[in-house]
Protein backbone atom coordinates (compact mmCIF):
# COMPACT_ATOMS: atom_id res chain seq x y z
CA UNK A 1 0.00 0.00 0.00
CA UNK A 2 1.55 3.42 -1.14
CA UNK A 3 -0.10 6.70 0.54
CA UNK A 4 0.57 9.84 -1.02
CA UNK A 5 -0.10 13.42 0.12
CA UNK A 6 -0.33 16.34 -2.17
CA UNK A 7 0.48 19.77 -1.03
CA UNK A 8 0.82 23.32 -2.63
CA UNK A 9 -2.38 23.73 -4.48
CA UNK A 10 -4.04 27.64 -4.28
CA UNK A 11 -4.87 30.51 -6.39
CA UNK A 12 -2.80 32.33 -8.18
CA UNK A 13 -3.24 35.04 -11.10
CA UNK A 14 -2.70 34.06 -14.79
CA UNK A 15 0.92 34.19 -15.30
CA UNK A 16 1.97 32.95 -12.13
CA UNK A 17 3.43 30.30 -10.58
CA UNK A 18 2.90 27.09 -8.15
CA UNK A 19 4.36 24.02 -7.11
CA UNK A 20 2.54 21.11 -6.53
CA UNK A 21 4.21 18.56 -3.93
CA UNK A 22 3.47 14.89 -3.66
CA UNK A 23 4.73 12.57 -0.53
CA UNK A 24 5.38 9.23 -0.89
CA UNK A 25 5.29 6.29 2.03
CA UNK A 26 7.87 4.69 0.38
CA UNK A 27 10.72 4.72 -1.57
CA UNK A 28 10.04 6.13 -4.93
CA UNK A 29 12.20 4.33 -6.49
CA UNK A 30 9.80 1.40 -5.45
CA UNK A 31 7.30 2.76 -7.77
CA UNK A 32 7.25 2.38 -11.37
CA UNK A 33 6.30 5.68 -12.24
CA UNK A 34 4.66 8.56 -10.25
CA UNK A 35 3.04 11.62 -11.96
CA UNK A 36 0.01 13.87 -11.96
CA UNK A 37 -3.46 14.29 -13.18
CA UNK A 38 -6.31 16.82 -13.03
CA UNK A 39 -9.67 17.34 -13.59
CA UNK A 40 -11.92 20.61 -14.47
CA UNK A 41 -15.32 20.43 -13.52
CA UNK A 42 -17.64 18.70 -15.82
CA UNK A 43 -14.73 16.90 -16.93
CA UNK A 44 -12.39 14.13 -17.44
CA UNK A 45 -9.30 13.18 -15.05
CA UNK A 46 -6.38 13.86 -17.67
CA UNK A 47 -2.70 13.12 -17.26
CA UNK A 48 -0.54 15.91 -17.00
CA UNK A 49 2.92 14.54 -16.55
CA UNK A 50 4.46 11.71 -15.31
CA UNK A 51 8.08 10.66 -14.18
CA UNK A 52 9.12 7.03 -14.29
CA UNK A 53 12.19 4.88 -11.93
CA UNK A 54 14.49 5.80 -14.36
CA UNK A 55 13.96 9.55 -14.72
CA UNK A 56 12.10 9.85 -18.21
CA UNK A 57 9.32 12.66 -18.15
CA UNK A 58 6.33 12.86 -20.19
CA UNK A 59 4.17 15.81 -20.32
CA UNK A 60 0.39 16.76 -22.47
CA UNK A 61 0.73 18.90 -24.88
CA UNK A 62 -1.08 21.72 -23.23
CA UNK A 63 1.67 22.49 -20.48
CA UNK A 64 4.47 21.39 -22.63
CA UNK A 65 7.42 24.10 -21.72
CA UNK A 66 5.01 25.37 -19.01
CA UNK A 67 5.17 22.71 -16.22
CA UNK A 68 8.38 20.62 -14.94
CA UNK A 69 8.11 17.02 -13.32
CA UNK A 70 10.95 16.36 -10.72
CA UNK A 71 11.53 14.32 -7.42
CA UNK A 72 13.56 14.20 -4.49
CA UNK A 73 14.93 10.75 -3.92
CA UNK A 74 15.87 11.77 -0.32
CA UNK A 75 12.18 12.97 0.93
CA UNK A 76 10.49 10.63 -1.53
CA UNK A 77 8.54 13.20 -2.82
CA UNK A 78 7.83 14.42 -6.34
CA UNK A 79 7.33 18.09 -7.47
CA UNK A 80 5.36 19.73 -10.44
CA UNK A 81 6.25 23.13 -10.96
CA UNK A 82 3.50 24.95 -12.55
CA UNK A 83 4.87 28.23 -14.60
CA UNK A 84 2.60 30.66 -16.68
CA UNK A 85 0.23 29.53 -15.40
CA UNK A 86 -3.61 30.03 -17.50
CA UNK A 87 -7.14 29.80 -16.71
CA UNK A 88 -8.09 26.79 -18.21
CA UNK A 89 -4.87 25.15 -15.68
CA UNK A 90 -7.96 25.30 -13.14
CA UNK A 91 -8.64 21.57 -12.16
CA UNK A 92 -8.45 19.53 -8.90
CA UNK A 93 -5.10 18.07 -9.25
CA UNK A 94 -3.94 14.37 -8.26
CA UNK A 95 -0.59 12.69 -7.33
CA UNK A 96 -0.25 9.48 -8.68
CA UNK A 97 1.72 6.02 -7.66
CA UNK A 98 1.73 2.94 -10.44
CA UNK A 99 3.00 0.10 -8.72
CA UNK A 100 3.37 -3.38 -11.00
CA UNK A 101 -0.35 -4.18 -10.45
CA UNK A 102 -1.70 -1.19 -8.69
CA UNK A 103 -2.16 2.74 -9.44
CA UNK A 104 -2.53 4.73 -6.01
CA UNK A 105 -4.18 7.86 -5.84
CA UNK A 106 -3.61 11.06 -4.00
CA UNK A 107 -6.86 13.16 -2.29
CA UNK A 108 -5.85 15.61 -4.93
CA UNK A 109 -5.78 19.66 -3.95
CA UNK A 110 -7.49 22.40 -5.86
CA UNK A 111 -5.35 24.75 -8.36
CA UNK A 112 -7.68 28.23 -9.05
CA UNK A 113 -6.26 30.40 -12.41
CA UNK A 114 -7.42 33.84 -11.96
CA UNK A 115 -8.01 35.79 -15.11
Known amino acids: QVQLVESGGGLVQAGGSLRLSCAAS????????MGWYRQAPGKQRDLVAV???????NYVDSVKGRFTISRDAAKNTVHLQMSSLKPEDTAVYYC?????????WGQGTQVTVSS
Open 96 to 104: IARGDYTTY
Open 26 to 33: VSIFSINA
Open 51 to 57: ITRTGYT
